[in-house]
């Protein structure tokens, strides 16, 4: 009988350990690019990237049979020993409370709902520390002092789902440029990233709309960051297995973006020789086409991108970014793939070096 009841609890303390234990996730991805004209001044560079390579961990615990705790931690590996990914900077980590068949409430520092409202099948080069469509359009933030919530995606409809986070201004401030929204920064909510998202795997579609209130933002075209913007975003995609045409995916998105109140400005020098440079009615209008053809029984896909933005301001001309180019997948299996690049930026408004051209071959591991 003593035997029996040490038998069993060892077997409940060791189901209680496995629910306990975190799952250690990542991924490691480096490229050898070679880029042509890479500071659009004829310049060219051959550069090997760890493109947001990452290593992290996550889990969920039951509190109750209807409230779970929900965490996760990630930091940044910089594969390469050099560049954008500082080895163990903070991407994204939260903790929160998942409400069984409700939703999931979160907090901490995490990718807005805007920018989770478009994927892979929005950008062929998720990523990719040159080629990702955040170096074309605005909106790809990861945001401090969130308060999340996602509702379960069969709370109403299957596959529908709404998300909404706040974000806390903790009284920041820039000195150097007027950044698109008057008064303080220091409320519950001074931003808001919203989105609602659907999938219906049955025929192969998915869907979102989202929006940024007073989200800080950049406008890669005048190289302004931290401006506080509004922006609405729309993207979609349509897998054409379902109509008989194996590995076929297409993905669209639009949006525009403009910030808040329209005070945006920079200033350069002090004292006398201050100089205050106005972008009254910046705005920008942009969007992304993409194709993926994942060839049937092989371990092949083929990925092509057309991205383009559009900023306007007030008396001055038009500015436009476009990227395109293709991609060569080889799966080796879930985790492993092999891959290859091609792509060319350009600049319009530029009068020389207009074009940046990135030819790359890279391999990528998921664990």
């Known amino acids: 009988m003593k ?34 004209n890479s500071d659009f001044a004829g310049n060219d560079v051959t550069a090997l990237n760890s493109n947001a390579s990452r290593i992290g961990v996550k889990g969920e615990e039951k509190l109750t049979d209807k409230v779970s ?43 807005s709902y805007f920018k989770t409202s478009a994927g ?57 440029t007027i950044v698109g929204q008057e008064g303080k920064r220091d409320g519950f909510g001074d931003s808001i990233s919203t989105s609602l998202t659907y999938e219906n795997k049955d025929y192969g579609l998915a ?12 406008y890669n075209a005048y190289s302004l960051s931290g401006i506080y913007s509004d922006a609405i975003r729309l993207t979609g995609s ?35 020789s201050t100089v205050f440079t106005p972008f009254k009615g910046l705005e920008e209008d942009a969007y992304a086409l993409t194709a993926a053809y994942a060839i049937p029984s092989t371990p092949w896909k083929i990925k092509g991108e057309y991205v383009e933005s559009n900023t306007s301001v007030d008396n001055r001309s038009d500015r436009k970014i476009s990227q395109y180019g293709l991609g060569v997948d080889y799966n080796f299996n879930k985790q492993a793939r092999f891959y290859g690049v091609l792509a060319q930026q350009k600049r319009d408004w530029l009068s020389s070096d207009d074009k940046k051209t990135v030819v790359g071959v890279g391999m990528e591991y998921n664990f």
Do not use: C
Not at 131 to 141: A, F, P
Not at 209 to 217: D, E, L, M, S
Not at 242 to 261: C, I, M, R, S, Y
């Open 69 to 111: 705790v929900v965490y996760l931690a990630e930091w940044a590996i910089s594969t390469d020993g050099s560049g954008s990914d500082t080895d163990l900077s903070a991407r994204n980590r939260f903790i929160g409370l998942k409400f069984n068949k409700i939703g999931t409430l979160k907090a901490g520092k995490f990718d």
């Open 207 to 218: 869907a979102a709309i989202a929006g940024n209130f007073g989200v800080a933002g950049k």
């Open 238 to 272: 349509v897998d054409l297995a379902k109509a008989g045409v194996d590995g076929l995916v297409f993905g669209a998105l639009w949006q525009n973006a403009k910030p808040t109140d329209d005070t945006v400005g920079t200033i350069s020098g002090s004292g006398s």
């Open 3 to 36: 035997k029996m009841l040490i038998a069993a609890a060892v077997s409940t303390l060791s189901i209680t350990a496995a629910q306990a234990a975190p799952t250690v996730y990542g991924k490691l991805n480096v490229s050898l690019d070679q880029v042509d």
């Open 120 to 176: 892979n099948n929005q950008d062929i080069y998720n990523d990719h520390t040159i080629l990702d469509m955040t170096s074309v359009l605005h909106g790809e933030e990861r945001l401090n002092n969130v308060i999340g919530f996602e509702t379960d995606k069969d709370l109403i409809i299957p596959g529908l789902q709404f998300n909404i986070m706040a974000q806390q201004g903790e009284d920041t401030k820039s000195d150097n």
